[in-house]
Every structure is written in C-alpha cells, then in structure tokens.
Nanobody, 125 residues
Framework: VQLQASGGGLVQAGGYLRLSCAAS????????MGWFRQVPGKEREFVAVQTWSGGSTYYTDSVKSRFTISRDNAKNTVYLQMNSLKPEDTAIYYC???????????????????WGQGTQVTVSS
C-alpha cells in the first residue's frame, strides 16, 4: 500500500484546511486509516482514526469537535477536515494505514504498517 498525503499549507488561526490521503496498491488489506502529527523535536501524536469501512471514528481530545475524518472508498482516499485551527495545530501531518490492530490500540503509531510522506500545516496567530 502506498499513501500520498496532500492539502497542507499556511492558514490563520480560526481558518480551515482539508488534508487528503490517497491510497494505492493493495487497499483491500487496509483495516483502519489514521492521521498523526509531529512537531520537530517532539513525539508523534495521534490525531484521528477511522475504519476503512467507515464504521468507527476516534479523535484525540484536543481536536474533537474541530476535526473530522472521512473517507471516499471509490477514490481510495481519506480526508481530515480541520476547522477552527489553532497555532498549536501546527505540525507535519502524516496519514497511515494498518492491516490490523494487533495490540488493540489504534492510537499507537506502531500499529500502522504504511505511512504517507507528511504534509506541513502551519497556523499563524
């Protein structure tokens, strides 16, 4: 599975962006798709996850009610709609795919088998 993330950019606080993650290859093997973010010098942080079938979603507390993860199976693409952006949302955002959740926690980065290249999101105050 190959993942291509896009949609990052520079936006003012309170603005919005939509990230996309296009999957190709053996997409039939994907169980969940997740979004993570990382600030240089800090640990990678879980943001959101959705089952590939679209049945379940989960968000980290800091983005609940502001971010929405969704997918378009016809396009093999997962989206992260980010509204009411804050400067603390500034990070490189990565999409990731897992074939199964072996340890039972989809918030763990080591559950994921495939990663996109990352897209920079910068929120100015």
């Amino acid at each position: 599975v190959q993942l291509q993330a896009s949609g990052g950019g520079l936006v003012q606080a309170g603005g919005y962006l939509r990230l996309s993650c296009a999957a190709s290859g053996r997409t039939w093997s994907i169980y969940v798709m997740g979004w993570f973010r990382q600030v240089p010098g800090k640990e990678r942080e879980f943001v959101a996850v959705q089952t590939w079938s679209g049945g379940s979603t989960y968000y980290t507390d800091s983005v609940k009610s502001r971010f929405t993860i969704s997918r378009d199976n016809a396009k093999n693409t997962v989206y992260l709609q980010m509204n009411s952006l804050k400067p603390e949302d500034t990070a490189i955002y990565y999409c990731a795919a897992a074939r199964n959740i072996r340890r039972g926690d989809s918030r763990r980065g080591d559950e994921y088998d495939f990663w996109g290249q990352g897209t920079q999101v910068t929120v100015s105050s």
